[in-house]
């Protein structure tokens, strides 16, 4: 379950009853949940408590899809994907996954997007985005040089920007779905401690150092 509480249908405000309809027909999600592409839908459930919050956010998805975007929506793809696979989203990964193919970039290439680094189905220029977003997300905006150059050989300072603002907006979506633990995001901390069996010694590295000196 979401950390935050949802908002009832009932309780939300117009705008985001409006979108509950469009996603969710006549159910209330948090009694009914889920969405036409499998999603619980809580994203937006939890969003929906702060209502300015939300018609920014939807403000957001709604620029980036705009016709007035410079960015080639298959770069744009390649930025969101990569941002939400970098950042350890599920989510954020799964739906673009989805919105991939749906701008035209090949099942090989979806596949690819883990290990980019190496694959060989991406032109330079894309290449040049993935590198971009890596910098972007790991790197926390520390863009060498030379991979900023190979941007400029092919985009305008304006793509550019466009490339940036939605890439680092998708960062940010990935860290909330995680922090908040949204959607797929709900998962439990997988590097814990992993109980030895019982009666053995609880420093493994002591029982080797003792056996070197013998």
Request: a negative charge.
């Amino acid at each position: 379950m979401p950390r935050l509480r949802q908002v009832a249908k009932a309780d939300a405000d117009p705008l985001a009853q409006k979108l509950y309809e469009v996603l969710f027909g006549k159910r209330d999600p948090v009694k009914e949940p889920g969405t036409a592409t499998g999603t619980p839908g809580n994203w937006w459930t939890v969003f929906a408590l702060v209502p300015d919050a939300f018609k920014h956010t939807l403000e957001g998805f709604q620029f980036y899809r705009s016709p007035e975007r410079k960015i080639d929506p298959k770069l744009r793809e390649l930025g969101q994907i990569r941002a939400g696979f970098a950042r350890g989203s599920q989510f954020v990964f799964s739906q673009h996954c989805k919105a991939c193919r749906d701008v035209g970039l090949t099942e090989a290439q979806i596949e690819a997007i883990p290990h980019w680094q190496i694959a060989d189905v991406f032109s330079p220029l894309e290449r040049a985005v993935l590198a971009y977003t890596d910098c972007l997300v790991l790197q926390s905006g520390r863009v060498p040089e030379a991979i900023f150059e190979a941007l400029k050989a092919h985009l305008s300072d304006e793509e550019i920007l466009e490339l940036t603002y939605i890439t680092a907006t998708y960062d940010m979506h990935a860290t909330m779905s995680r922090a908040l633990r949204l959607e797929y995001d709900d998962v439990d901390e997988r590097v814990v401690e992993i109980a030895a069996p019982e009666g053995a010694s609880n420093d493994v590295m002591s029982m080797a150092d003792h056996g070197k000196k013998e």
